[in-house]
Protein backbone atom coordinates (compact mmCIF):
# COMPACT_ATOMS: atom_id res chain seq x y z
CA UNK A 1 0.00 0.00 0.00
CA UNK A 2 1.50 3.52 -0.89
CA UNK A 3 1.57 5.55 2.09
CA UNK A 4 1.03 8.58 -0.04
CA UNK A 5 -2.56 7.11 -0.91
CA UNK A 6 -6.12 7.92 0.03
CA UNK A 7 -7.10 6.11 2.60
CA UNK A 8 -9.93 3.31 2.13
CA UNK A 9 -13.57 4.37 2.62
CA UNK A 10 -15.34 1.83 4.67
CA UNK A 11 -19.32 2.43 4.46
CA UNK A 12 -21.66 1.08 6.49
CA UNK A 13 -25.67 1.64 7.28
CA UNK A 14 -27.22 0.64 10.72
CA UNK A 15 -31.08 0.42 10.18
CA UNK A 16 -33.01 0.52 13.94
CA UNK A 17 -36.34 -0.77 13.51
CA UNK A 18 -38.57 1.36 16.36
CA UNK A 19 -42.13 0.58 17.60
CA UNK A 20 -43.14 3.90 15.83
CA UNK A 21 -41.97 6.37 13.72
CA UNK A 22 -42.48 9.11 16.66
CA UNK A 23 -40.17 6.69 18.58
CA UNK A 24 -37.65 7.31 15.82
CA UNK A 25 -37.80 10.78 15.70
CA UNK A 26 -37.33 10.81 19.35
CA UNK A 27 -33.84 8.87 19.49
CA UNK A 28 -32.88 10.64 16.38
CA UNK A 29 -33.00 14.36 18.06
CA UNK A 30 -31.40 12.76 21.08
CA UNK A 31 -28.55 11.31 18.82
CA UNK A 32 -28.19 14.42 16.75
CA UNK A 33 -26.56 16.47 19.08
CA UNK A 34 -24.09 14.07 19.92
CA UNK A 35 -22.64 13.45 16.29
CA UNK A 36 -21.23 16.77 15.99
CA UNK A 37 -18.28 17.50 16.11
CA UNK A 38 -16.41 14.04 14.14
CA UNK A 39 -13.46 13.28 14.44
CA UNK A 40 -11.61 14.35 10.72
CA UNK A 41 -12.01 11.08 8.45
CA UNK A 42 -15.70 9.71 9.50
CA UNK A 43 -19.41 11.17 7.96
CA UNK A 44 -22.55 9.87 9.84
CA UNK A 45 -25.62 11.13 8.18
CA UNK A 46 -29.22 9.73 10.26
CA UNK A 47 -32.36 10.10 8.86
CA UNK A 48 -35.92 8.62 9.08
CA UNK A 49 -37.35 5.89 7.49
CA UNK A 50 -41.27 5.54 8.09
CA UNK A 51 -40.49 3.41 11.76
CA UNK A 52 -36.68 3.10 11.08
CA UNK A 53 -33.51 5.02 11.83
CA UNK A 54 -31.05 4.82 9.22
CA UNK A 55 -27.73 5.63 10.18
CA UNK A 56 -25.34 6.19 7.06
CA UNK A 57 -21.69 6.24 7.72
CA UNK A 58 -18.38 6.61 6.17
CA UNK A 59 -15.12 6.28 7.30
CA UNK A 60 -11.63 6.61 6.61
CA UNK A 61 -10.45 5.70 9.83
CA UNK A 62 -9.11 2.67 11.09
CA UNK A 63 -11.79 -0.03 11.18
CA UNK A 64 -11.78 -0.12 15.57
CA UNK A 65 -13.43 3.87 14.52
CA UNK A 66 -16.05 2.68 12.37
CA UNK A 67 -17.50 0.15 14.82
CA UNK A 68 -16.61 2.28 17.97
CA UNK A 69 -19.32 4.02 16.56
CA UNK A 70 -21.38 1.54 15.44
CA UNK A 71 -21.35 0.56 19.35
CA UNK A 72 -21.95 4.25 20.35
CA UNK A 73 -25.07 4.75 17.94
CA UNK A 74 -26.59 1.03 19.03
CA UNK A 75 -25.89 1.40 22.75
CA UNK A 76 -27.47 5.03 22.90
CA UNK A 77 -30.49 3.60 21.00
CA UNK A 78 -30.78 1.15 23.33
CA UNK A 79 -30.73 3.29 26.63
CA UNK A 80 -33.10 5.91 24.55
CA UNK A 81 -35.99 2.84 24.30
CA UNK A 82 -35.63 1.54 27.51
CA UNK A 83 -36.75 4.99 28.92
CA UNK A 84 -39.04 5.39 26.87
CA UNK A 85 -40.47 2.22 27.48
CA UNK A 86 -39.89 2.65 31.48
CA UNK A 87 -41.64 6.05 31.27
CA UNK A 88 -44.28 4.54 29.35
CA UNK A 89 -44.63 2.22 32.11
CA UNK A 90 -44.86 4.71 35.08
CA UNK A 91 -46.99 6.79 33.57
CA UNK A 92 -49.15 4.15 32.64
CA UNK A 93 -49.12 2.81 36.55
CA UNK A 94 -49.66 6.43 37.53
CA UNK A 95 -52.86 6.68 35.88
CA UNK A 96 -54.69 3.64 37.04
Known sequence: M???SEPETIK????VVCD??????????????DNAPLP???KLSMHIEG?????EIECKRPISS???????????????K????ET???QAKINK
Do not use: F, Q
Not at 12 to 15: G, H, K, M, N, R
Not at 82 to 85: I, K, S
Open 20 to 33: SEEEANLILSVLSP
Open 40 to 42: EGL
Open 66 to 80: LLNTLDDILSMTSLI
Open 2 to 4: DPN
Open 88 to 90: KRL
Open 12 to 15: ATLE
Open 51 to 55: CKLIS
Open 82 to 85: MTVL
